[in-house]
T-cell receptor
Framework: DTAVSQTPKYLVTQMGNDKSIKCEQN?????MYWYKQDSKKFLKIMFS???????INETVPNRFSPKSPDKAHLNLHINSLELGDSAVYFC??????????????FGPGTRLLVL | RKEVEQDPGPFNVPEGATVAFNCTYS??????FFWYRQDCRKEPKLLMS???SGNEDGRFTAQLNRASQYISLLIRDSKLSDSATYLC???????????FGTGTRLLVSP
């Protein structure tokens, strides 16, 4: 009955490699997000998709490319990994209602360590 | 200046104590306000929304002061299980972008 799931949970890789993180939600939501939580525990949004359309794109290196094949999935591909990419990446989802509060539900996180 | 500022703590309190966290935000156009809770090595989870008139959920009370751009969370009768990081979160206009504070760490001891 997992609401928002991410794979893998842990990812250890070498600098320069390319890796992907997958996210799926079974809540029927139309909006999904990627957040990065760095070593200082600061959580910052990276991207958001609404109905498969990119709606938020913060200042993120273009080595990071999100892809949303459908409303229930939002994947994150990272090219040429750097040491500074080491962090916890959280996926989240919500149901968009303009002008109203909404709750975002987070996945368990993917811990990425770049060596 | 960060958009959402919180005292990082940690706040060390004994069980049964009352503890209050504060948060300030810089964007006066911010629409919605929340407190999220994050346990160690876990994902953030919504604790409660914050309404202009103030709201209560059991032992937790949230207050919003739009004039001062200030949000607070009061926890009464602290439990060991309240130990976590409490994240002050604002939502700006547009597509539901949430902006997180750095969090305040609470440690409740026996």
């Amino acid at each position: 009955d997992t609401a928002v799931s991410q794979t893998p949970k842990y990812l250890v890789t070498q600098m320069g490699n390319d890796k992907s993180i997958k996210c799926e939600q079974n809540l029927g939501h139309d909006t999904m997000y990627w957040y990065k939580q760095d070593s200082k525990k600061f959580l910052k949004i990276m991207f958001s998709y609404n109905n498969k359309e990119l709606i938020i794109n913060e200042t993120v290196p273009n080595r990071f490319s999100p892809k949303s094949p459908d409303k229930a999935h939002l994947n994150l591909h990272i090219n040429s990994l750097e040491l500074g990419d080491s962090a916890v990446y959280f996926c989240a989802s919500s149901q968009f209602t303009r002008g109203q509060k909404q709750t975002q539900y987070f996945g368990p996180g993917t811990r990425l360590l770049v060596l | 200046r960060k958009e959402v500022e919180q005292d990082p703590g940690p706040f060390n309190v004994p069980e049964g104590a009352t503890v209050a966290f504060n948060c300030t935000y810089s964007n006066s156009a911010s629409q919605s306000f929340f407190w999220y809770r994050q346990d160690c090595r876990k994902e953030p989870k919504l604790l409660m929304s914050v309404y202009s008139s103030g709201n209560e959920d059991g032992r937790f009370t949230a207050q919003l002061n739009r004039a001062s751009q200030y949000i607070s969370l009061l926890i009464r009768d602290s439990k060991l299980s309240d130990s976590a990081t409490y994240l002050c979160v604002i939502q700006n206009t547009g597509f539901q972008k949430l902006v997180f504070g750095t969090g305040t760490r609470l440690l409740v001891s026996p």
